[in-house]
Nanobody, 115 residues
Framework: VQLVESGGGLVQPGDSLRLSCAASGFTFSRYAMAWFRQAPGKEREFVAGFRALSSTTYYSDFVKGRFTISRDNVLNTLYLQMNSLKPDDTAVYYC?????????WGQGTQVTVSS
């Protein structure tokens, strides 16, 4: 199994980014997936995800209305559209199954929001 995140970068407050997660080594379409993030000095936290056995999505309160999770089961790719970024969104962003599997964590992609 391999999950490769990309799309991060340095942006200013209010900007947008779109993260991608390329999945391989498992039947992507059969799994609920999610995005997580870890800020410096903090524990990794849930950001947005798909519910198991459903195509419905749900979000943490701190990104609701600003971030949108989506997936392409043909391309085996998970996305996170992030709008109205804030400095508090600065973190390394990871994708994983939902709930996450310890052995599936990738390198993540760094998102830095700073003026």
């Amino acid at each position: 199994v391999q999950l490769v995140e990309s799309g991060g970068g340095l942006v200013q407050p209010g900007d947008s980014l779109r993260l991608s997660c390329a999945a391989s080594g498992f039947t992507f379409s059969r799994y609920a997936m999610a995005w997580f993030r870890q800020a410096p000095g903090k524990e990794r936290e849930f950001v947005a995800g798909f519910r198991a056995l459903s195509s419905t999505t749900y979000y943490s309160d701190f990104v609701k209305g600003r971030f949108t999770i989506s997936r392409d089961n043909v391309l085996n790719t998970l996305y996170l559209q992030m709008n109205s970024l804030k400095p508090d969104d600065t973190a390394v962003y990871y994708c994983n199954t939902n709930p996450p599997r310890a052995e599936y964590w990738g390198q993540g992609t760094q998102v830095t929001v700073s003026s």
